[in-house]
């Protein structure tokens, strides 16, 4: 499986694929996407180093695991999506925002109620309503 098919895929297809658990691969790729560290994605995702590496070996993360990589990837693509490109995406989720105190948006996003806020901002960017 790859990222694309995760963005595609149908809610039903999403929930299987939680409860089955996401292949590990993908978060090799969102890695490379966001250009930064396997330690940083570790701490954003609030898994331990050694935790992903027992799931890089078993090839897939357990159901609560998944659901933080999916929350992540819901964050990136909404930023993609009003930003334009993976670069311009990337720097934005990794630089301060005064929205959140100074905290990066991908920082931010390390919960569910924070990713909502940092895809609120951003559906508000998208239209032209600037954070104060």
């Known amino acids: 499986m ?3 098919q995760l963005k595609t895929a149908k809610t039903d297809q999403v929930i299987n694929l939680l409860k089955e658990g996401l ?3 993908l978060l090799d790729e969102l890695r490379q ?6 330690n940083a994605l570790s701490n954003i995702l609030l ?7 027992r799931r890089r070996a078993a090839g897939r993360f ?3 695991e998944s659901e933080r990589v999916l929350r992540l990837f819901r964050v990136y693509n909404k930023a ?6 993976q ?3 990337a720097r934005w989720l990794k630089k301060p925002a005064r929205a959140f105190g100074g905290v990066t948006p991908l920082n931010y996003a390390d919960t569910e109620p924070g990713a909502q806020e940092v895809i609120l901002l951003l559906e ?9």
């Open 80 to 85: 993609l999506d009003v930003l334009g490109t």
């Open 87 to 89: 670069a311009k995406a």
């Open 62 to 64: 357990k159901t609560d």
């Open 2 to 4: 790859h990222a694309a």
């Open 47 to 53: 898994i331990p180093q050694r935790t992903l590496n």
């Open 124 to 132: 508000r960017l998208d239209h032209g309503v600037f954070p104060g």
């Open 23 to 25: 292949p590990t691969n």
């Open 33 to 38: 996407e966001l250009e930064v560290s396997e």
